[in-house]
């Protein structure tokens, strides 16, 4: 079972370029987030789905978009990239809505705005 | 919106050895508690949860407390192993999830 499955691992990106990173998911959950995670800080939403079709903004959305087509993908665009964007990027999902239920992660995809 | 605060920043022990990690929270709704384990190079993995009509709960060697009227929670972690060594995150939950930011721990053998 893959669970969550992000792409790119790792990128390196030019300030003002676009930049998409993919989140699959194969447990068919409804909610899924997209998440930042920097020294201190912890991790903190960006972006959150409770079902396909809809989305919601978390606590850092400035400079984020993200669609939800259907149940299992779920990308985060970055549509100009800002050094300060250079960060680890978690995709989760859960069958529980509200953050009320586990959490799943992927394994991150570290992007670097230079 | 919640805000959760999370000490130490880092924490170092000796095998065998107990560790304790405690984590406040702003929002009194907040009704979820969960903790989460990330090791070096992979996404976070929930360890051990608790709600907010239990004051406790245990699963082998690790426990967690809760106390709603202070609103703070906190981790033990007892006989530690060096597996035990990587970051954890509390969180706090009512309409969306807040981390706090996290603590480093070194098992040492």
């Given at each position: 079972i ?17 930049m998409t990173?993919r989140c699959?998911?194969?447990m068919?959950?409804?909610a899924m ?5 920097d020294l ?11 079902t ?12 984020y978009s ?8 779920f990308?985060?665009?970055?549509a100009s ?9 978690f995709c ?5 809505l509200g ?12 992007l670097?705005?230079? | 919106g919640e805000?959760?605060?999370q ?7 000796q ?5 304790v ?5 702003s929002d009194?709704?907040?009704n ?5 384990k ?18 406790e ?6 426990a ?5 009227t202070?609103k ?14 990587a ?8 309409n ?14």
């Amino acid at each position: 079972i893959a669970g969550i499955t992000q792409a790119p691992t790792s990128q390196i990106l030019a300030a003002g370029r676009r930049m998409t990173l993919r989140c699959t998911q194969d447990m068919r959950h409804n909610a899924m987030y997209w998440y930042r995670q920097d020294l201190g800080l912890g991790l903190r939403l960006i972006h959150y789905s409770n079902t396909a079709g809809t989305t919601g903004k978390g606590e850092v959305p400035d400079g984020y978009s993200v669609s939800r087509a259907n149940t299992d993908d779920f990308p985060l665009t970055l549509a100009s990239a800002v050094p300060s964007q250079t960060s680890v990027y978690f995709c989760a999902s859960s069958d529980g809505l509200g953050g009320t239920g586990e959490l799943f992660f992927g394994e991150g995809s570290r992007l670097t705005v230079l | 919106g919640e805000n959760v605060e999370q000490h130490p920043s880092t924490l170092s022990v000796q095998e065998g050895d107990s560790a304790v990690i405690k984590c406040t929270y702003s929002d009194s709704a907040s009704n979820y508690f969960p903790w989460y384990k990330q090791e070096l190079g992979k996404g976070p993995q929930l360890i051990i949860d608790i709600r907010s009509n239990v004051g406790e709960k245990k699963d082998q060697r690790i426990a967690v407390t809760l106390n709603k009227t202070a609103k703070h929670f906190s981790l033990h972690i007892t006989e530690t192993q060096p597996e035990d060594s990587a970051v954890y995150f509390c969180a706090a939950s009512y309409n969306d999830m807040r981390f706090g930011a996290g603590t480093r721990l070194t098992v040492k053998p």
